[in-house]
């Protein structure tokens, strides 16, 4: 069973626009990290934030928000006012803290596009 | 601060041959990762270290595989023979022991095997 589900596939918006990335987890865990991955087209992989399972506080950081609800199992990622250089492919992760587990299973990533 | 450093950046080799990926964790960190990543298959651990020593290599794919660490600030993953389904960007990653600290990623091994 997929742990992260990334139903979008690709987003495309137009500069400026405020665009929202979905993420869905699957654990029995009740504690978990949650996590949010940018791939640039450079293709490093740069990391954004991680969460507790235990915090479900948003999270906002300049342009970038975090909204955390366990209740639906969602971790979304929303982008206001977008630009340019936000064009990337968002993976969300999630990681299980069961004894001796230390895997970081990845949602299938979001290209996301923004169109001058 | 340097981050995790992989070599080569690009590998391009003939089926067979074998196929040395290197890295460089971010020192201190106590945990490495081996990633690789396909079109097909997304973002999938391979294997993963924990002061040098080897914890899960259950996502290796088979015996052809083999990864080494055989310091703290060095790690191997090796193809023998490689094959052109090998061919991948293969992720390095380190993170210290501190909580369930952040996977930082090297920026990758580009494989191609033809």
């Known amino acids: 069973a997929q742990k992260v589900t990334q139903a979008q596939t690709e987003i495309s918006v137009v500069e400026k626009e405020d665009v929202t990335l979905d993420c869905v987890y699957e654990t029995r865990d009740t504690t978990y990290y949650l996590f949010w991955y940018k791939q640039p087209p450079s293709g490093e992989l740069v990391f954004l934030i991680r969460r507790n399972s235990f915090d479900e506080q948003n999270e906002i950081s300049g342009r970038y928000s975090w909204n955390f609800q366990k209740s639906t199992s969602s971790f979304n990622f929303t982008i206001t006012a977008s630009q340019v250089v936000d064009s990337a492919v968002y993976f969300c992760?999630?990681?299980?803290?069961?004894?001796?587990?230390?895997?970081?299973?990845f949602g299938t990533g979001t290209r996301l596009t923004v169109i001058p | 601060d340097a981050g995790v450093i992989q070599s080569p950046r690009h590998e391009v080799t003939e089926m067979g041959q074998e196929v040395t990926l290197r890295c460089k964790p971010i020192s201190g960190h106590d945990y490495l990762f081996w990633y690789r990543q396909t079109m097909m298959r997304g973002l999938e651990l391979l294997i993963y270290?924990?002061?040098?020593?080897?914890?899960?290599d259950s996502g290796m794919p088979e015996d052809r595989f083999s990864a080494k660490m055989p310091n703290a600030s060095f790690s191997t993953l090796k193809i023998q023979p490689s094959e052109p389904r090998d061919s991948a960007v293969y992720f390095c990653a380190s993170r210290s022991a501190v909580g369930n600290s952040p996977l930082h990623f090297g920026n990758g091994t580009r494989l191609t095997v033809t």
């Open positions: 270290f924990n002061n040098n020593v080897p914890i899960d």
């Open positions: 992760a999630l990681s299980e803290v069961v004894a001796g587990a230390n895997n970081l299973f």
